[in-house]
Each structure stands twice: as C-alpha cells, then as structure tokens.
C-alpha cells in the first residue's frame, strides 16, 4: 500500500508533509552491535525491494602510488569471496532475479542490489560474504586492471567533462586528495600489490564503516532479523584514520590546457573553491547553483545560450565530504574562441555577485528543488539513495527532513553573500580543452 | 486510496527453497527439467481511455504516491516522415519556440516557476511532448501545453537561433563515438529506406530547413486524430477527463495524416560490409555489428528479450563475461534488438583500446557463434528467465515510466496483454523454443560492422570483416 501524499499549496509545508509522512510512517533505523546502521523503508508498490550499501571510503582516502584504488577496489568486490568464489556474486544474484551495479566517488562507495522481494535472504548472504570474507583471486585483479583501464580510456575517448575535469582538479588541488580523479592514475591502475588490495578490505570495509539502507516490498522485522543474522556476526575493525590534509587557501588564478584534436568548439570549464557540505553555506550554494543552470530561464542559458555564445552550459556543486569545488563547463557556439567564452562565463557568473538575485528567482529554485524530490521519492531506489547520502553527506538521515527548513530560510542576501564569498579570480582555476593550443610566436 | 490496483506480492517460495535452487552444487538440476524462479507478480495497473469527437485518444492512470502529474501527448510522425532529413526533429524542437502569443522565454519562465518540466523529443517514428508538474498546477501547464500543440508560433528569429546551436550540436555529438555510432549503423543497414534517417538531421539538410516545412510538417501530422495523450499522477479523473476535453475537444483535423508503408522495400543485407569511420586522435575503438532485427509486435519479442539476456543483456552475458570479465578486454559488451513498428535491427556492441581491436572483434564474433555451435543449457535459460521477470517491474514504477509505456503501445499498437502476459510468456519458454528464436531471428551471415576509432591504425583490421568503405568522423552526416 503506497502512502498518499497531499497535496499542499505552501512550500514549506508540503514538503514537510512528505518527509513527516516518510519519517514517521515509513524510514525505521537500527544499529547492530558492530556498528553497521540499517535502515528500511517498506512500500509494496512493486514485488521489488532494493538494499544500497554505502561504505565510507572513496579516493580521498587514497595516497600517491594507490590512486584509484578505491574504485578498482570497488570492482573487486564482485570477484570472488569464500563461499561464493569468482564470477559467482553475479551469477547467483542474477539467478535469482537480482541485478546490481555499484559507483565510487571522492568520498564513498555505494553498491545497489536491485531485486525481486521473494530474494532477500539470498541477497544478504552474497553481501556478508564479500564483506566478511573477499578472497582476492591474483588473476581476478589482472584481468580487472584492463577493465579498469578500459573504463577509464573510454570516459576520456567519449567525455569532454572527464577529459578536462581531471585536469581542472589536479591543478585546483595541490595537496588534498581531491586532487586526483576517482578512476586513478593509470599507471598506478597497472601497479598496486595484492597486499594493498588486502589491507584496504581490512580497514575500510568494516561493519562500522557502513551504512545499509533496504527498501521495497519488505517486512522491518524480517529485515531486522536477517541483518542480525548474516551482518551482526561479522566483526567491527578498528576506525579508519582521519583524511588530515587541508587544501591550503588558493591565493591567484591557476590555469590548465587541455589538446585534443577531435574538439570541434573549445570546452572551458572554471572550477572555484567551496566549503564541504557540512557547511552552514552549503543550501546558499545549492540554490545558487540551481539559479545558474537549471532550466531554459536559467542565468546561464539566458547569458550565455540565448545568446548564442555557448551551445550548452552546465553547473554542478557535488556533495562532499571535505571543502571541494563548484564547477561550471560551457561548450562554445560556432565561431567563439576560448577567450570570449571564458569572458563572457565570468561575466555571468560576477553579475550575481555585484547585482544579486531577485526574490522570483529564488521561489523558483524552491519550487525546483521541491518538484525534483518529488521526483526522485517516486522510486524505491531514488529513497534508498537519498536517504543513505543524508546519512553520509549531512551527518543524518534526518537531515532530509530539515532541510525544507534550512532551504526556506535561504534568502537574496545570502544568495548574493556567498556568490561574492567563493565566486572571486583568486579562488578560481580555469581549464580549457581545445583542438590546438598553438604553438609560441 | 490504493493507486497501484493489481501489484500483489506473493510470497510462496521459501527462501530455503530458494536458495536451493540457486545454488549451483547441490541441488542443482541436473535431469534439465527447468526451475521456475517467483518473482513475485505483476500486471499493468489500472487505468481508463476515451477517444474525443475528433479522434484524440486520451489515457488516464491514476498514481498517487507524490502530489506530481506527468502528461505526455504522442503524435505519429518521426523521422520517416521526413522529407528533408531533420524536420520532423525541427518541428518538434520549434514547438517551444513561442506558442498562443507567449513567446519562448516567458513559456520557459513559467515552467521552470512551478518547478515544472516541459520538452519535446523526435524519434524514428513519433514525435512527443513530455510534461511533469505538481498536481495544484495542472490549470497552468495544461493550458501551455495547448499551445505548444495546437497553435506554436514557429518564431524565425528563435529557429535561426535554434537550427544554429543544432548544426554545430551534432559537431559535438561527433566527439563521442558512443554518442553517435547507432546513427551510421542503422543508416547502414536501412540504407535508402526511411528507417535510415537519421533523427537529428544532418548539418547540410538542418540548413535547408525553412519554417513554412515546418508548419507543413505541424499541419500534417499534429492533429488529434494522428496521436493520443497519457496522464499519469495524482488527479481527479472525473475533473481531469473534462479539462482534457475542454482543452483538445474543439481541435479539428485537416486531411487524415498520410504515412508511409515501412513494410516496403526493406533492405536484403547479401554481404558483410564494414564502414570505418576515421577519428585520428581515437584512443579506442568503437564498434557493432550484426543486421536486421525484429517488429514490434513480433510475438516472439518477449523469448528473444529472455535469449538477448543471456548473449548480451546483462552483467553475466556470454559477451561481457568473455570480453570483460576474461580477457579484460573492455569495460562492457553487450547486445540488443532495437525493434520499430514494420522491421528494427539487432547489433553487438562494445569498444576496446586501439592496439586489442582484432582480438576483441574476434572474440565477440566467437562468442556470438556459440549461439549456433553451443545453443543455451537449462540452468543458464531458468536463470535469465528470473532475471528478465525480476528486473521487469521497476521499469514501470514512476508515472514518467508509465505515461511512456502508454505512448509506446500507441505507436506500436499493442495493448496491456503484452504486460500482463510477461510473466507467463517468460516462464513457457523452453530451450527447444530458444533453439527455434536463435535460428530464425539472430543475423548469422553477411554481418554489417561499423568501427569508429584511428584508421591508420585499424584499417588493415577492418579489411578482414568484409567489403570496407572508410569515411571521415567530421564528413557531413553518418555515411551514405
């Protein structure tokens, strides 16, 4: 039985009405003695159920010589544990009617079984195994290394983002891990030991060190019951060490160029310094983000589409653990060069700086962000996930259920603070990616 | 209120029971009697159809789970339809462009107000108008999207703009491979029937594109008794079925919309041909191959979804286990049928780094040919029969999901059995049955490849697979 949700003519509180709804009726949370928090939201809208398992650990927690490591071993997590050996993780969840997939980024990562109710107690068996007891196959990981450098030759083959992204941050951080993409160097994808695959099994993928949220046509108390039974006997470990270093204060402009011959118009990406999403800022540059790209009224499109200057422009401010950055990416329009799309970027971007942002634009991003949670909650899986990162990203769960609250009280002043805060030339690094570079005069 | 009428959850395998049937030493069959998975059942949920005076269909699904609506309106027109290549793309683009005296600024300053999504899309056979918005907004929306489709301004200024950021868009799709590569290969195996349009146009018919085709195109094909309008979300039907009514009912029709018999001239594919698409600074290279695929209606369709399954339609497939998981070779390889409503094609698809394009393309035409040496064991079809029952449900979850699967049985012309018979159809099928769709439908011989990476580098390669014409990736469209 789906809970319906009213319809409210005001913000504020129709969004809470959904969260209240999914709070009190629907999110049950429970920690087992090892530490590993669960929690499981029933709804029987399909016989599917879903579990999302979200380890924290991604490349930031990674060293010159492993870069990557937490995405490659991301992938070894399919390849073979104790009672299930090589291949059959896949084979025995598919057979059962399951799928999966998992991703990594700079700060987790998160595997999503996808599967048919009836499959549950399957489901956590293949789970506790590779989490209990991954057996790293020596041949699994040499075949792995060229899946893992197919991925990544194929993201720079097919993505203009990746290609220049990774550039961008390498540049933008010089001490922080951030400063490497979550894929890796290649040369230390063909290089880290079976030791080092080991020993991060070990520190990382602890009971305490998760958080499961379940999902779907499910029962709280088989759940409950199932948890203790496959994940309750598996052993805490030790916490991991804390990431220590701080990206020191950017104090000028950093540039990067970036060849690449099939670019038909030049991509500029500007990348600024903001805090981690902990931060009291972090709803102020949400907004603001959403203000600049999302949809056709947006100050992007309008400033820079419209006019046909660029013929696609994006925005993107990640979630993240540690202080990061707020990119921007414009594609040129025929006949634009680098420099006038740069310019004409920058100039949007300052405009909100020096003349702020109107009350209408702020309601409408309002109104953007309640439409796109509606979205995403329509799905068990949109649930699972939104859940799991409130866990993660904002410290709790319940979290997403403030944050209408924190978003409302948001206001033009705050929008236009935070723009002139971390939207500033020493706070900025600027990639380009283009046919030619030419060549000195 | 219970929205979702028809999804019930049975619980009747034991998990105990379950496992055993899954696990692979043990209790695994070995008599090759097939094992049937519960995955629980499905069926299409409850909805209500009307058809107007003036022939527009109209379907409602009420789902009230978030206070959103999402509507769509599918009209029967596409890039067959085309004369010049693009203009049914054009046309639909274009309808954004400013429509019932507002103009397309303040149409896109009020959708994105309310937080609403309004876009329109062109495809091979239909063209739509997508829209989701909070229930309280339906007056709004409803009546843009009215508009939009019955009376849009076609403003010169905003398509000059528009055909402008098109023809130099389909220089940057050119920059990804992935992006592109389906557009040269089906114009290779169509090649000058109307399938083969590409449905972005090309960067020299978008420029011969004017406004009075597009109003031709607009005339011919938008009109209500060429399309159908799905609703699915949190509204009242009662209220709902007469704001349709009041706001499409009085829209009249020109001469009936004249579509072209796809079933003729169909292309005989009676030699293996390789187009090589030239990128010189490709890191890897692109690739498919295979030929013609199968109808929609085909009544086969749901086996061949079960046998694709275990070839190339998910993790464990023979193609992504052999050529990733193996030779790590690649990050994926997979396989599919792209059916339309009087043919389709079927291809082999995946991507390697330029020095290993020989052994990958041999090994995935290898495995592909296990179908024939090898055929599918037993354990093998009861296992993708559970994967393709369990992975069927989340495709129909949201109302976006929903309001598209009811465009698509418009333009296919198939009705809730083909959902509501899934399960069974999926569960009868034998491996005799398999051995039956493997020799009937998989293309064997005269396999048409397309490969887009460096050429100096995999021509020689190429030469190998069939009769080669090579093309530069910036040559105007996707190959002759």
């Not at chain 1, 979550?182 to 063909?190: K, L």
């Amino acid at each position: 039985m789906k809970r319906r949700m009213t319809a409210l003519l005001v913000l504020l509180s129709a969004w809470v009405s959904v969260a209240q709804a999914t709070t009190q009726e629907d999110v049950n949370t429970f920690t087992l003695d090892n530490g590993m928090k669960i929690m499981v939201l029933e709804d029987s809208s399909i016989p599917n159920a879903n579990m999302y398992l979200f380890w924290k650990v991604g490349s930031r927690n990674e060293v010159p010589g492993i870069t990557g490591i937490s995405h490659f071993f991301e992938h070894m997590m399919f390849n073979g544990s104790k009672k299930y050996g090589p291949k059959m993780f896949d084979r025995t969840m598919e057979a059962a009617g399951g799928a999966n997939n998992a991703y990594t980024t700079e700060d987790i990562t998160v595997y999503t079984d996808w599967f048919p109710a009836n499959a549950l107690e399957t489901i956590f068996d293949l789970e506790a195994d590779r989490i209990a007891n991954l057996d790293i196959d020596p041949e699994m990981v040499e075949s792995e290394r060229g899946v893992v450098q197919s991925e990544r030759t194929t993201g720079l083959e097919n993505s203009n983002w990746r290609t220049i992204q990774e550039e961008v941050k390498g540049v933008a951080f010089r001490a922080h891990p951030y400063s490497w993409s979550v894929i890796g160097h290649e040369s230390d994808i063909a290089a880290w030991s079976l030791e080092d695959l080991q020993q991060y099994h070990k520190t990382y993928y602890a009971p305490n060190n998760a958080v499961v949220v379940i999902a779907g046509d499910v029962n709280v108390a088989e759940v409950k019951k199932l948890a203790k039974q496959y994940f309750g006997v598996i052993p805490a470990q030790t916490p991991p060490q804390a990431v220590r270093t701080v990206e020191p204060l950017q104090k000028g402009e950093r540039r990067v160029f970036v060849e690449k011959a099939s670019v038909s118009t030049p991509n500029v990406m500007l990348a600024y310094h903001v805090p981690s999403t902990k931060h009291e800022d972090y709803y102020a540059l949400d907004l603001l983000n959403t203000i600049f790209s999302e949809g056709n009224s947006s100050r992007l499109y309008q400033g820079l589409v419209d006019k046909q200057v660029a013929s696609n422009v994006v925005s993107y401010l990640p979630l993240s653990f540690d202080p990061n950055l707020f990119y921007f990416l414009g594609v040129a329009n025929a006949g634009v060069d680098a420099e006038q799309l740069e310019v004409n970027m920058i100039a949007e971007i300052n405009r909100i700086s020096t003349e702020g942002v109107t009350q209408q634009e702020l309601e409408k991003v309002k109104n953007i962000k309640l439409m796109n949670f509606y979205r995403t909650m329509q799905t068990i899986n949109g649930r699972a996930n939104t859940l799991g990162r409130y866990e993660l990203y904002f410290g709790s769960y319940d979290k997403l259920f403030s944050a209408p609250e924190a978003y409302n009280k948001v206001t033009i002043e705050d929008i236009q603070r935070v723009a002139q805060t971390y939207l500033r030339k020493a706070n900025r690094t600027v990639g380009v990616l283009a046919a030619t570079e030419g060549a000195d005069l | 209120m219970m929205s979702l009428a028809g999804f019930t959850s049975k619980r009747t395998l034991t998990a105990m029971a379950l496992a055993c049937s899954l696990a692979l030493t043990g209790c695994a069959s070995t008599t090759g009697t097939s094992k049937t998975v519960d995955t629980g059942s499905f069926s299409m949920p409850q909805y209500e159809s009307m058809t107007l005076d003036n022939g527009l269909k109209v379907n409602f699904m009420v789902q009230s789970e978030v206070p959103i609506i999402n509507i769509n309106a599918v009209v029967r027109a596409g890039a067959v339809n085309d004369t010049t290549s693009g203009v049914s793309y054009m046309t639909a683009k274009s309808l954004l462009l400013g429509a019932g005296g507002k103009s397309k600024a303040e149409i896109e300053q009020t959708i994105d107000f309310l937080g609403a999504s309004l876009k329109t899309a062109s495809g091979r056979e239909s063209s739509q108008i997508d829209a989701d918005f909070m229930s309280k907004d339906l007056d709004t929306v409803l009546a843009i999207m009215q508009d939009v489709l019955m009376s849009p301004d076609f403003d010169s200024a905003e398509f000059e703009k528009l055909r402008q950021r098109e023809i130099v868009g389909l220089s940057q799709a050119k920059e990804s491979p992935r992006a592109v590569i389906g557009r040269y290969y089906t114009k290779m195996v169509f090649g000058q029937h109307p399938y083969a349009n590409p449905t972005t146009g090309n960067s020299v018919s978008l420029a011969e594109i004017n406004i009075a085709q597009l109003r031709a195109f607009h005339k011919s094909y938008y009109q209500p008794s060429n399309m159908a309008i799905n609703v699915v979300g949190d509204f009242d039907p009662a209220q709902m079925k007469a704001k349709l009514t009041q706001a499409f009912g009085r829209w009249q029709g020109t001469e009936k919309a004249v579509q072209p018999d796809l079933s003729q001239g169909l292309p005989s594919l009676n030699a293996s041909r390789v187009l090589l698409v030239d990128k010189p600074d490709a890191i890897e290279t692109t690739f498919v191959f295979g030929g013609l695929g199968i109808r929609r209606d085909n009544p086969d369709y749901v086996g061949l979804t079960v046998v694709n399954t275990i070839l190339g339609g998910r993790f464990t497939s023979w193609l992504n286990d052999e050529l990733r998981v193996n030779a790590g070779l690649t990050y994926g390889a997979r396989s599919g049928f792209n059916p339309f409503s009087d043919s389709g094609v079927f291809q082999v698809s995946t991507f390697t780094k330029t020095s290993t394009t020989k052994e990958a393309m041999d090994l995935a035409l290898k495995t592909y040919a296990r179908l024939w040496e090898q055929g599918i064991d037993q354990q093998t079809l009861d296992s993708a029969k559970a994967y393709v029952k369990g992975q069927y449900p989340p495709k129909f979850e949201t109302g976006g999901q929903l309001a598209e699967l009811m465009a698509d049985m418009y333009i296919y012309k198939f009705d809730d059995s083909f959902i509501n018979e899934f399960q069974a159809k999926v569960d009868g099928l034998t491996l005799e049955d398999t051995q039956r769709l493997i020799s009937t439908y998989f293309p064997q011989d005269n396999l048409q490849f397309v490969l887009i990476g460096n050429a100096a580098k995999v021509a020689d390669i190429a030469k190998e697979y069939g009769e080669v014409t090579q093309i530069n990736m910036t040559d105007v469209g996707f190959g002759q």
